[in-house]
């Protein structure tokens, strides 16, 4: 492709907010059920590029953002409950369900999902929760681990991560080689790629608040997964968005849970560091 013709593409790709007159992000509280307020910005962690972390929640619509605030509007909340049936189910050659190690979830697994991506020194590779689950399904409990995005394993993510609401999102980077997939998760982020050569920095860091055809563009943080996306009715994870994203710039993404994921998920953990667990968040 000729310089110019991609510069035009661009220019015609990202709308800037002057042409659209809209403020952005929005200046908002979010407070969920009038009760449990929400850092949805927050005060970047050193060595972030962009000064102040904003949650996806600011650039969406008055009537998304009400959902998010109601959990009983919430239709994300229907998969947790799932998730919460499926922690009281006795599955595999054990005769063990997760309540049957772990109790009550609201209390053992209070604060456990706003530290993921852990290091997993077995597998000397970051976990997050799904590995997780899969991980104690298999060794504790004698069950098949579930496939991507298959099974429990997004309504049980999401009943999981839930217990951490409005708690802030802090990963450590001094476990194991957390730091190495760390480097790998930037390098990902930067990497331009495609027919408009663009990276996530292109879309969530340089035009957060400009719009790219349709679409508001935010900080692309991930405290919010797994989401509930009314676009698809249903939650989704976030590999699955990764890959969405990825896609939209060139024809192949990597598989989920592969080595670029997850140097990317703990890379934008670390980014969005501070904000509060969200899930399940709503999205456009
Ligand atoms: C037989 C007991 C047993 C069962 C059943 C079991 N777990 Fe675990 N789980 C453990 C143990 C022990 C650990 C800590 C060490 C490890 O990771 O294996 C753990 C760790 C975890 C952690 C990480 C906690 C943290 O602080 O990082 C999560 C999340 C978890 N389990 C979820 C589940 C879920 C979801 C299920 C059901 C699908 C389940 N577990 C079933 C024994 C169990
Ligand atoms: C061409 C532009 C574009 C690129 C490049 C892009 N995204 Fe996105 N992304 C979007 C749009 C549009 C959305 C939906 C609106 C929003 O939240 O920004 C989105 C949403 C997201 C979200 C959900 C945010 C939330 O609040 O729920 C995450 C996470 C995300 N992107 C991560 C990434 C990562 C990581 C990359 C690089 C691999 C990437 N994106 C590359 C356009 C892009």
């Known amino acids: 492709m000729h310089v110019m013709n991609k510069k035009a593409l661009l220019t015609a790709a990202f709308a800037s907010l002057s042409t659209l007159a809209v403020a952005s992000p929005v200046d908002d509280v979010l407070i969920i059920d009038e009760e449990i307020e929400m850092t949805t910005r927050v005060e970047s962690v050193e060595g972030h590029p962009i000064p102040e972390v904003i949650s996806g929640w600011h650039y969406r619509t008055p009537e998304t953002r009400a959902l998010e605030a109601d959990s009983f509007a919430n239709p994300g909340m229907l998969g947790v409950e799932t998730g919460e049936s499926i922690w009281h189910t006795v599955e595999g050659t054990a005769g063990k369900s997760c309540a049957s190690c772990h109790n009550d979830a609201t209390v053992s697994m209070k604060g456990v999902g706003a530290n993921y991506p852990k290091w997993d020194e077995k597998n000397q590779r970051p976990k997050n929760i799904e590995a997780q689950i899969n991980h104690c399904r298999v060794e504790n409990m004698g069950a098949e681990p579930y496939a991507f995005d298959k099974g429990g394993q997004k309504p049980l993510t999401a009943y999981i991560k839930h217990q951490s609401l409005g708690m802030p999102v802090e990963i450590d980077l001094e476990e194991g080689d957390m730091q190495a ?44 997964f797994p989401t509930y996306r009314l676009k698809q009715n249903k939650l989704i994870s976030l590999h699955n968005r990764f890959r969405g994203c990825i896609r939209d710039t060139r024809a192949e993404y990597p598989a989920a849970f592969s080595d670029v994921l997850m140097g990317l998920e703990v890379y934008t953990t670390w980014r969005g560091t501070g904000l509060a667990v969200e899930t399940p968040a709503v999205r456009q």
């Open 181 to 224: 997939w760390w480097e790998k998760g930037k390098e990902t982020y930067y990497l331009r790629t495609g027919q408009l050569n663009l990276s996530c920095a292109s879309c969530h860091e340089k035009n957060h608040g400009n719009y790219i055809r349709a679409d508001h563009l935010s900080q692309g943080n991930v405290n919010g």
